[in-house]
DNA sequence: CATATAGGTATCCTCCTTGATACTAGGTAT
DNA sequence: ATACCTAGTATCAAGGAGGATACCTATATG
């Protein structure tokens, strides 16, 4: 028996795809309190990024079906970006991964 | 005020790297329930992965200090991995993560 | 006229990760 | 004598993600 791709068909295999993005933890986390606009998710980053690449990370979240980019006609232009329902549905992960996030700081710092 | 490297201070940053290896995620679920040798890590593994890749990964978690590498010495070799006191705690990101995977999994069938 | 604004895309380059392959150890089975 | 077993490392090639830079829109402002 061959082995498969399992995207699609493994919670863990996906989750891994999905959250694969340099940026994408950190992106779902900035945009769990509700609409954030381009350039402010730029100043809230916590490191230097491009705007290319931010745009690109942004756009394969909305492609995945986890963030929602609205645009109106206006000049210049504004968007805004917030998650969808499924995207809204990943915050008991990055709860349960914030306080992990904490605890393996500690550690770090015990190591050192 | 320059922006800085937020590993070791901030926790979804922190997880976004431990995280970021191909499969990192995977491999914690497989060792969540007690030590796996490596062998039989390989033909868990869900796609085909080749074993100079498989212990690049369990070096790097290794190092990183979620996994305990334990050799015996015999002939043939025999080497267990098992999540150390650290990884075992992420174990709640991999409940929740879990979840919402399958949930997600529900999502791309409506889509489709 | 030049410039700033917000939110991008197009293109190229580089680096890092992964994959492929060959090689290793020492003992046991055929 | 040869092959097989486990658990690797060393080396090289390929691919993809990310970064740098230039360019775009249409309007308002100096």
């Known amino acids: ?4 791709d399992l995207f699609g068909l493994c ?7 999905i959250l694969s993005g340099k940026w994408s ?6 945009l769990k309190d509700g609409p954030v ?5 730029m100043r809230m ?12 990370q942004l756009k394969s979240l909305e492609e995945e079906g986890l963030i929602v ?9 504004k968007v805004e970006y917030f998650l969808s329902e499924i995207g809204n549905k990943f915050d ?6 914030g306080e992990w996030g904490e605890e393996y700081i500690e550690f770090l710092k015990e190591k050192a």
């Open 45 to 56: 980053m916590p490191e230097e990024i491009t705007h290319t690449t931010l745009s690109r």
């Open 69 to 77: 980019r609205k645009e109106y006609s206006q000049i210049p232009p």
């Open 25 to 30: 933890i950190y992106l779902l986390y900035l």
């Open 92 to 97: 008991k992960v990055l709860l349960a991964m």
């Open 11 to 17: 919670p863990f295999v996906t989750s891994q795809k």
């Open 1 to 4: 028996m061959d082995k498969k």
């Open 37 to 41: 606009r381009f350039n402010e998710l």
